[in-house]
């Protein structure tokens, strides 16, 4: 979070597995901090389970990712917040 308060990213791929925090703790905090509000978050779990995944959704994830991903699943997610790999950084 306090990297968040100093630069605000375009988008957050965040593991469901964090030392610390939980994703759910974390994704709250982020959605109702008014500098990163909008910053849209995509969780990425080991699990994979629809029904796991939803809790993440509901938490404020604006999508869920198994960590077995592609590079097409990326790129997907990218153009859907018309961002680059350039600018994903």
Known sequence: MRILNSHVPD???MDT???GIDCISLTTLIKTNPLTIDVPI???S???REDGNERYIRAGCD???N???SEKEISRIL???KLTAD???
């Open 42 to 44: 995509i969780a990425f």
């Open 87 to 89: 600018s994903a950084q």
């Open 46 to 48: 080991r699990d994979g």
């Open 11 to 13: 988008l957050i791929f």
């Open 17 to 19: 597995n964090l030392p």
């Open 67 to 69: 960590m077995q991903f």
């Open 79 to 81: 153009n859907k917040y």
């Open 63 to 65: 999508g869920c990712m």
